[in-house]
T-cell receptor, first 113, second 112 residues
Framework: EAQVTQNPRYLITVTGKKLTVTCSQN?????MSWYRQDPGLGLRQIYY???????DKGDVPEGYKVSRKEKRNFPLILESPSPNQTSLYFC????????????FGQGTRLTVV | LAKTTQPISMDSYEGQEVNITCSHN???????ITWYQQFPSQGPRFIIQ???TKVTNEVASLFIPADRKSSTLSLPRVSLSDTAVYYC?????????????FGQGTTLQVKP
């Protein structure tokens, strides 16, 4: 089954404690991205990757890092989480070009206290 | 940037046809228009995509006028399960750089 898998689904952490949210896709897609969703603000892109070792900033990249060492994985790293990063996060993947059908993960609800 | 504008919310009743219009004045020549549906606490789900004129699938129809500055998602005979947020999406207009912009979406409430 074609899918994008995120882990964990829920996470509560403290300010400043480094964390990683994993994302894996099984469709051999080149393009992957991370979004955060906050009430009233819709979905905002954090980072995206066009292929292995190729990443770029989206609209709200501050406070986040990503890496793309393998095609299937695109982890989101918060080096020093802060309460304003409390949000619902989604990973997505699609074929090489953007603006095609994207497949989204189930979401990760992160709370930073 | 090809920003999109949609109504914030819409109400409908079961069995009616719903049309949601999206404005995208700065759409680039090579941009497609894509619509997604999202239920609470779930990831968005692809509904339909088009470039011009009309596209239809088993779920919806997409109407795009010749100037492509707007598009209309049409949901035939909605049911309660169609209550969701609907997003209109286009590329950023600077080639295919991968930068997608989601607007605030349209919250559709279907009533019995």
């Amino acid at each position: 089954e074609a899918q994008v898998t995120q882990n964990p689904r829920y996470l509560i952490t403290v300010t400043g404690k480094k964390l990683t949210v994993t994302c894996s896709q099984n469709m051999n897609h080149e393009y992957m991205s991370w979004y955060r969703q906050d009430p009233g603000l819709g979905l905002r892109q954090i980072y995206y990757s066009m292929n292995v070792e190729v990443t770029d900033k989206g609209d709200v990249p501050e406070g986040y890092k990503v890496s793309r060492k393998e095609k299937r994985n695109f982890p989101l790293i918060l080096e020093s989480p802060s309460p304003n990063q409390t949000s619902l996060y989604f990973c997505a993947s699609s074929r090489a070009l953007a603006n095609t059908e994207a497949f989204f993960g189930q979401g990760t609800r992160l709370t930073v206290v | 940037l090809a920003k999109t504008t949609q109504p914030i919310s819409m109400d409908s009743y079961e069995g009616q046809e719903v049309n949601i219009t999206c404005s995208h004045n700065n759409i680039a020549t090579n941009d497609y228009i894509t619509w997604y549906q999202q239920f609470p606490s779930q990831g968005p789900r692809f509904i339909i995509q088009g470039y011009k004129t009309k596209v239809t699938n088993e779920v919806a129809s997409l109407f795009i006028p010749a100037d492509r500055k707007s598009s209309t998602l049409s949901l035939p005979r909605v049911s309660l399960s169609d209550t969701a947020v609907y997003y209109c999406l286009v590329g950023d207009g600077v080639g295919n750089t991968g930068k997608l912009i989601f607007g605030q979406g349209t919250t559709l409430q279907v009533k019995p």
